[in-house]
């Protein structure tokens, strides 16, 4: 198992090599998952372009470390480009990902190719929504709210058709650091990228599931809106995590992306 110590936390993650020219993809997961979310996105894209996936910190096998804002989160990704020395990186954030890949861009904007946000926002939900979810953790676990979670990350067609997977998904939900998810909901609760999402400059998709119960389309698109020349689309029967559901319909969106970023590099040679 590859791991790799920044900033005094280890963080856990997965490198795949290509040839070829094409940036590296960097992916980064949703609360309450770590990066084998994205198993089957990688299974589908291997050797066609670099790919890196890492449990953030409080998620998955990394180190749970102090989480007080998603610049915590930026911290860690910023230090993985680096140490991998990357370069230049299309950055693949869902849900919170999508908050911290805007993070690393209003830090960092000269190392981002481009931009794939995935069923995430500027801002997503309210303070006090965040509190309650925070306060009901606390005093009774991840447990408390995981059906209620699940029924936003997957379509009712998932709940009735997949039942392993969704036993598999609740598992990996529960099974995360107490600390890591809640210091990481309170990291969602005060992100506001507003304004930065403003002040993107790179090609940037903004990708929902039609069925999202927790960032639903209208709310993505209202990112795509604030992001000037942002492509928006729609995973038809799809919830929250895309990536589990719908990995083709995502996949595709990816691969288009990609190139239309390789024929802009071409067309302004």
Not at 125 to 152: M, P
Request: net charge negative.
């Amino acid at each position: 198992m590859p791991f790799v110590t920044i900033g005094g936390i280890t963080l856990h993650h997965r490198r795949i090599e290509a040839n070829g020219s094409a940036r590296p993809i960097v992916f980064i997961n949703s609360l309450g998952t770590d990066f084998r979310s994205w198993d089957q996105v990688l299974s589908i894209l291997g050797g066609e372009m670099p790919l890196l996936v890492y449990d953030k910190r409080g998620h998955g096998l990394s180190d749970i470390g102090d989480i007080s804002s998603i610049d915590d989160h930026v911290d860690d990704l910023c230090g993985l480009i680096d140490y991998f020395g990357l370069g230049k990186v299309v950055l693949c954030g869902l849900s919170v990902g999508g908050l911290i890949a805007q993070g690393f861009h209003a830090r960092r904007p000269e190392g981002v190719e481009g931009l794939i946000l995935c069923d995430t926002a500027h801002k997503i939900g309210t303070t006090d929504s965040w509190n309650t979810r925070i306060a009901t953790v606390e005093g009774k676990g991840i447990q408390e709210i995981a059906d209620g979670v699940l029924k936003v990350w997957f379509t009712p067609s998932f709940h009735a058709t997949r039942s392993a997977e969704l036993d598999g998904y609740w598992n990996m939900l529960t099974r995360q650091a107490l600390a890591g998810y809640l210091g990481t909901c309170a990291a969602v609760r005060d992100a506001d990228f507003t304004e930065a999402a403003r002040r993107i400059a790179v090609p940037t998709l903004c990708i929902a599931g039609d069925q999202d119960g927790s960032t639903p389309p209208d709310l993505v698109r209202s990112l795509a809106d604030l992001i000037p020349g942002a492509r928006f689309e729609i995973i038809r029967d799809a919830g929250h995590i895309p990536c589990v559901e719908q990995p083709e319909a995502l996949t595709a969106l990816i691969r288009d992306f990609i190139a239309s970023l390789a024929l802009g590099a071409e067309t302004h040679g």
